[in-house]
């Protein structure tokens, strides 16, 4: 069973860039036909998509995020990562990492943006 854990700072200040890490397990990144999404959920939101990076490398955003989300990976370490520039208090929420096709979720991580 594929096994996905975030980690990263659980506190950001507004206009500095929130880093988050999908550390994956039982499962190479690398694997064809795998997709690696980030999704965020605000409080008393819903799920919002962030962007995904594919088994090639190959990477989609979200257009409502402009061009504030990155996300790369580290093969070696079996290893994916967010990084949002510029975050506002509005970027404060749950980020989850996910292979949402084969439905493997991480526990999630929570974010909080302020000063």
């Known amino acids: 069973q594929v096994q996905l854990q975030e980690s990263g700072p659980g506190l950001v200040k507004p206009s500095q860039t929130l880093s988050l890490t999908c550390t994956v397990s039982?499962?190479?990144?690398?694997?064809?036909?795998?997709?690696w999404s980030w999704i965020r959920q605000p409080p008393g939101k819903g799920l919002e998509w962030i962007g995904r990076?594919?088994?090639?490398?190959?990477?989609y955003y979200s257009p409502s995020l402009k061009s504030r989300p990155s996300i790369s990976r580290d093969t070696a370490e079996n290893q994916f990562t967010l990084q949002l520039r510029s975050v506002t208090p509005e970027d404060t929420a749950v980020y989850y990492c996910?292979?949402?096709?084969?439905?493997?979720w991480g526990q999630g991580t929570q974010v909080i943006v302020s000063s």
């Open positions: 996910a292979s949402l096709s084969r439905g493997h």
């Open positions: 039982n499962g190479s990144i690398t694997t064809n036909d795998y997709y």
């Open positions: 990076i594919e088994y090639s490398g190959k990477t």
